[in-house]
């Protein structure tokens, strides 16, 4: 079952941009990769998935938008804790102030950083920055994760979170971007690729030419 699907369409911005997005199908259980270069339009695909931005293609979401989380690729945290931006996620949900910092200290343990609860955005990294913005995506229990370009300020510790979270089946589906597909082509279903000569579709799994190879753009 398709829990989103896109036609093939186009988004316009001001200042006569245009970005054309591929027709793409989001199923459960499915995890996609979306690989290309920048201003191939991945940001855009993934705004469009999470029912931010509107296309002129055919759009349909058999789950509704609360069960659409999104990473953007530079996630803002406000000036408060790691631990209170994670439960401000909840805040417009009608949860409860204990249920709500129970499940953020549960999402901030997730991506191992319950030692971070109590620091402001000022005294982390760019890598445990990403890691609480995370937390923050996750901690309303999505049905469809979006990530976008979620490795770039990680360290290896933070890019296995990420790998764990495409093998956590209690995320019905996962689509993510990347300039290339070679770290996570093993944890993916599949990997479209975005360029100047328009989609295409393969399988995920390894490479056939060995494990972390480059593919060619």
């Known amino acids: 079952m398709s829990l989103l699907r896109l036609e093939a369409g186009r988004v316009r911005f001001g200042g006569g941009v245009t970005v054309a997005l591929p027709e793409i199908s989001v199923a459960a259980g499915e995890r996609i990769l979306i690989a290309g270069p920048n201003g191939s339009g991945k940001s855009t695909l993934l705004r469009v ?15 509704p938008p609360r069960a659409v989380s999104l990473l953007p690729q530079r996630p803002y945290l406000f000036y408060m804790t790691a631990r ?12 409860g102030r204990a249920e709500r910092r129970e499940r953020a200290e549960a999402a901030l343990a997730r991506l191992g950083a319950s030692h971070l609860a109590r620091r402001r955005p000022e005294e982390l990294s760019a890598g445990e920055l990403q890691r609480i913005a995370l937390a923050r995506t996750l901690v309303t229990r999505p049905r469809v994760l979006l990530l976008d370009e979620p490795l770039g300020p990680l360290d290896p510790a933070g890019i296995e979170r990420v790998r764990a979270l495409l093998r956590d089946r209690s995320l019905e589906a996962v689509v993510l971007t990347a300039p290339g597909p070679a ?11 975005l360029g100047a000569s328009g ?19």
Do not use: I, K
């Open 84 to 95: 209170a931006n994670v439960e401000l996620a909840l805040a417009a949900c009608d949860v």
């Open 183 to 193: 770290l996570l082509r093993d944890e993916v279903d599949r990997v479209v690729r």
């Open 49 to 63: 998935l999470a029912m931010l931005l509107r296309t002129d293609g055919r759009f349909e979401a058999e789950v």
């Open 199 to 217: 989609p295409v579709d393969e399988p995920g799994g390894e490479p056939e030419d060995g494990p972390g190879a480059e593919s060619s753009e």
